[in-house]
């Protein structure tokens, strides 16, 4: 990884890039000069020029004929666990695990009560849509292991992310970042030494398409529509309304990245100049690719893929600025490989039901026996409209101050103030609540990303 020269430029196009997605295409960063070689690149090529990206998990076919399944199976996934769970926490004496009751981190947690019995667990209560706790405690108690829990407080986890927001050395808008630096503050409050991250399997597992997705996808058009449409009356209360019109701007491959974001009008009005289509056309080096993947599965893969700088940063950028290492032994190589290669593939989605992850549930199964909360999909949720509601005006004294950036930020937050109970107007205030302090503690670079990627 290069480093951040100082004086380096912060890159408009990548702003554009937060503004739109929420993270920056790869193998660009916010900043000009800096590219990352992000997991699909190739870093023996000049990524400035001539970066080659292909899909690291586009071929299926096995290393070998006798493919793994049943009884067998079950304790080899265990095994590499335990041994990419011992590999990457060795050096930390007071590991916490993220714990949202979901499959990756129940899994985990069952392999960290058989290597890493110190290790505790820490629970994010982000919003009333899912109630992951009582789930993530169960579990937690039946293992044996230490439980805590957070309750999302939106002016906490603001004001923790401006504590440390100088120290991060890349911009990331994951919708997830704010609950990831209010819970890593918590655990060096409380004296831990390293965070253990369930993030890492759903490329090599697969990630069938549900039925919502499909119908979103089919309906993102590319369709330019005037700018304040989801503004008006009747519709600028209504999530699924504004969600819908949005949809339809979209192309059906930015449609699969997750959240409510700026429309590429938006985008244009709020960096006053043409920007947003200059960072549509980063997608155009994976076309090629998105076409040859068999089947939509591969393809939201592959997109998956994409937004990984993105997903990971949120973790990362946070954990370098609080000085925490973090560890992801969903990433380790053996695990990763065997699963890829070795596993059947009845075993990571299964043919029945659809559902990915198969081997994953009966390693849960195997333990606990069926858990609801295993079915859906856990996250950290943050409470948008809370966060508007708590800052608005802190957030709109940035604006003013990053004009020079973004100078119709201002304006679009005045005019959309009384829209923030909508979780889709909302979530663009997050957009703005992350990137313009961001950008006002990295207006001219002095090597910030030095010491993390030395």
Not at 47 to 56: D, E, K, W, Y
Not at 60 to 78: K, N, V
Not at 155 to 169: E, G, K, N
Request: hydrophobic share 40%; net charge negative.
């Amino acid at each position: 990884m290069e480093r951040v020269a100082p004086g380096a430029r912060i890159d408009r196009v990548s702003l554009a890039d937060i503004l739109r997605n929420s993270f920056v295409f790869p193998p660009h960063s916010i900043y000009e000069d800096l590219k990352l070689a992000s997991f699909g690149f190739d870093a023996s090529t000049d990524l400035g020029t001539a970066p080659r990206f292909r899909f690291p998990f586009r071929d299926d076919t096995p290393h070998t004929d006798r493919l793994a399944s049943g009884p067998e199976a079950l304790a080899t996934y265990h095994r590499l666990l335990c041994e990419a769970i011992a590999r990457d926490c060795r050096d930390m004496a007071q590991p916490w695990l993220l714990q949202s009751g979901g499959k990756d981190s129940t899994s985990l947690a069952i392999a960290l009560a058989d290597v890493r019995p110190d290790t505790a667990c820490l629970t994010y209560l982000g919003g009333h849509e899912e109630n992951e706790l009582d789930s993530a405690t169960q579990i937690a108690a039946r293992l044996g292991l230490r439980h805590e829990h957070l309750v999302c407080d939106p002016s906490r986890a603001y004001d923790r992310y401006l504590a440390i927001v100088a120290r991060m050395p890349l911009l990331t808008a994951d919708f997830a970042l704010l609950s990831y630096v209010d819970l890593a503050t918590e655990i060096a409050d409380l004296g831990g030494d390293g965070i253990i991250d369930g993030l890492g399997s759903d490329l090599y597992f697969g990630m069938p398409l549900s039925p919502r997705a499909r119908v979103c996808n089919w309906l993102a058009r590319d369709v330019p529509l005037p700018p304040r449409v989801a503004e008006l009356p009747l519709i600028e209360q209504s999530f699924h309304a504004c969600f819908g019109l949005a949809t339809l701007q979209m192309n059906e491959h930015e449609r699969q990245f997750p959240g409510s974001r700026f429309t590429d009008a938006e985008v244009d009005a709020l960096m006053g100049d043409d920007v947003a289509r200059q960072s549509k056309q980063r997608l155009a080096l994976f076309l090629d690719e998105l076409a040859a993947m068999p089947n939509a599965e591969k393809r939201h893969c592959l997109l998956m893929c994409l937004s990984e700088p993105g997903a990971y940063g949120k973790g990362q950028y946070p954990t370098h600025a609080l000085s925490l290492p973090i560890a992801y032994p969903f990433c380790d190589e053996a695990l990763r490989d065997w699963v890829h290669r070795r596993l059947h593939p009845a075993q990571r989605i299964d043919p029945v039901t659809g559902n990915n992850k198969a081997l994953v549930r009966e390693h849960i199964a195997a333990r606990f026996g069926p858990l609801p909360y295993v079915a859906r999909k856990g996250c950290f949720r943050f409470d948008l409209s809370g966060l508007a509601r708590a800052r608005f005006d802190q957030v709109h004294a940035y604006a003013r101050d990053a004009q020079a950036w973004l100078p119709g930020a201002a304006r679009w937050l005045e005019r959309n103030r009384k829209r923030m109970g909508n979780k889709y107007h909302a979530s663009k205030f997050y957009l703005l609540a992350v990137a313009l302090p961001w950008l006002l503690t990295h207006e001219t670079a002095t090597d910030p990303a030095a010491s993390m990627w030395s």
